[in-house]
């Protein structure tokens, strides 16, 4: 069975401000570009058995200059609809609301028309994109890995539901800019196998 594979989009202007960047389409800064250009030795010369992106630019800009071709968009792997909070800073929130927590109270909707997500509602979206890709990763005799290229919270959710952990755990699994996770299993279970990594090496097949 192949491990699945899952890369943070490089930094955008709003995420090297700590900035809640859901669905505004940001474009990576130069900086961002550079971050994901160095992920392109680590997949180079291999093959997956799918390689699935966020719809938006930030996370399939991130994929192509690390030298992911042929990537399909899924709409599942969108980050979190931050709603009413869109573009603030978690500080900035805390002004009016000391205790407000991400992954315990959601967020408000926002006037311009987005509903805005709990952590449950970015699980429910984790769990298809796992149902989707889990007959593709245990597909007879392959053992070809798949890759996921999306954004922070939504791959932090993805972790705990693949862990069969509440989508709030995902709080755990802290992921920087254009890094790399791998999901894996040991002796039939689910676990996290890398984390965070820029390795100096392509990445082992496992």
């Given at each position: 069975?192949?491990?699945?594979?899952?890369?943070?989009?490089g930094?955008?202007?709003?995420?090297?401000?700590?900035?809640?960047?859901?669905?505004?389409?940001?474009?990576?800064?130069?900086?961002?570009e550079?971050?994901?250009?160095?992920?392109?030795?680590?997949?180079?010369?291999?093959?997956?058995?799918?390689v699935?992106?966020?719809?938006?630019?930030?996370a399939?800009?991130?994929a192509?200059?690390?030298?992911?071709?042929?990537?399909?968009?899924?709409?599942?792997?969108?980050?979190?609809?931050?709603?009413?909070?869109?573009?603030l800073?978690t500080?900035?929130?805390?002004?009016?609301?000391?205790d407000?927590?991400l992954?315990?109270?959601?967020?408000?909707?926002?006037?311009?028309?987005?509903?805005?997500e709990?952590?449950?509602?970015?699980?429910r979206?984790?769990?298809?994109?796992l149902?989707?890709?889990?007959p593709?990763?245990?597909?007879?005799?392959s053992?070809?890995?798949?890759?996921?290229v999306?954004?922070?919270?939504l791959?932090?959710?993805?972790?705990?539901?693949?862990?069969?952990?509440?989508a709030s755990?995902?709080?755990?699994?802290?992921?920087?800019?254009?890094?790399v996770?791998?999901?894996?299993?040991?002796?039939g279970?689910?676990?996290?196998?890398g984390?965070?990594?820029?390795?100096?090496?392509?990445?082992?097949?496992?």
């Amino acid at each position: 069975m192949g491990d699945l594979l899952l890369i943070r989009h490089g930094e955008t202007e709003w995420s090297a401000a700590g900035r809640h960047t859901g669905r505004t389409d940001l474009p990576l800064t130069p900086e961002g570009e550079a971050q994901a250009r160095t992920l392109a030795p680590f997949f180079a010369g291999r093959t997956f058995s799918f390689v699935l992106t966020s719809p938006l630019r930030r996370a399939r800009h991130t994929a192509e200059l690390a030298g992911l071709r042929g990537a399909e968009t899924d709409e599942d792997l969108c980050e979190w609809d931050y709603g009413g909070y869109e573009g603030l800073t978690t500080a900035r929130i805390h002004e009016t609301r000391p205790d407000w927590s991400l992954w315990r109270d959601g967020v408000p909707p926002h006037p311009d028309g987005l509903p805005g997500e709990s952590a449950e509602d970015v699980g429910r979206r984790a769990d298809r994109v796992l149902a989707r890709v889990a007959p593709l990763l245990s597909g007879a005799g392959s053992g070809e890995d798949g890759v996921l290229v999306a954004h922070a919270h939504l791959l932090r959710v993805l972790t705990a539901r693949y862990l069969d952990l509440q989508a709030s755990e995902g709080r755990l699994f802290l992921l920087t800019t254009a890094t790399v996770g791998r999901l894996s299993t040991e002796h039939g279970l689910p676990v996290v196998a890398g984390w965070n990594q820029r390795p100096q090496r392509p990445l082992p097949h496992a």
